[in-house]
């Protein structure tokens, strides 16, 4: 991992096509490295859990419709998906110096899934409320994170007891790691403990998706 973020610090410096082109045998010698540590996360996890696959991102960054036009990422990624439709939520592991982190959940659910989530809080958020209330979601994540519409939703209460878990339109849960802790050799422990803490959250929105307001099964 040192050689792959003293790889990110100099792209980072220089983020532009030509370095690239001289140090691209460098990149490749890291990429192989990173995916031999991708892979063994998603076999260590595929032992607690059902995934779908593994998306390693590319580091070459889609410049057509984004204002950053720099060609390159200055970060490695990689998305772990579980199996759907009865397993829902994704993992994601970051790694870039200064900015790593290991995180997961909902980043833009469909709107009828959203509306599902949202009905399930306005019912009842108990169960939700004793998910990230529990000790070991606060040791890992601190809190349920995610961008939320300014005002209550069409059709709900502003002055409801859980409007502002209504309100969100992500669920997403994150622990930083600094870049002494990425380095060291327990590091793919934590990764592995972290993402294992995502469960109970997990496990319970995918109980809401896969079910309809009655409870009744929908798969």
Same mark, same amino acid.
């Given at each position: ?44 996890? =595929?032992?607690?859990? =059902? ?42 592991? =970051? ?74 339109? =992500? ?49």
């Amino acid at each position: 991992m040192k050689k792959a973020f003293e790889f990110l610090t100099h792209l980072k410096e220089n983020n532009n096509r030509e370095w690239f082109t001289q140090h691209k045998s460098e990149y490749d010698i890291i990429v192989k490295e990173n995916k031999v540590f991708f892979n063994h996360i998603y076999q260590e996890l =595929q032992q607690y859990d =059902q995934l779908k696959g593994i998306h390693i991102f590319r580091i070459y960054n889609d410049v057509r419709f984004s204002k950053n036009k720099t060609p390159y990422k200055t970060n490695f990624g990689v998305g772990y998906s579980r199996s759907k439709p009865m397993l829902r939520g994704g993992y994601y592991i =970051q790694l870039e110096p200064g900015n790593s982190f290991v995180g997961g959940g909902f980043w833009g659910p469909e709107a009828k899934d959203l509306l599902r989530i949202r009905k399930e809080f306005e019912i009842s958020s108990t169960e939700i409320e004793k998910i990230i209330a529990d000790k070991t979601f606060i040791q890992y994540f601190g809190e349920l994170k995610g961008d939320s519409v300014k005002t209550a939703p069409r059709g709900f209460d502003k002055n409801h007891p859980a409007i502002d878990l209504i309100r969100k339109k =992500q669920f997403l849960v994150m622990r930083k790691f600094t870049d002494t802790e990425v380095l060291s050799d327990n590091f793919q422990k934590e990764v592995l403990l972290t993402l294992l803490a995502m469960r109970p959250f997990f496990d319970y929105m995918s109980e809401i998706l896969t079910t309809d307001m009655n409870g009744e099964p929908l798969f």
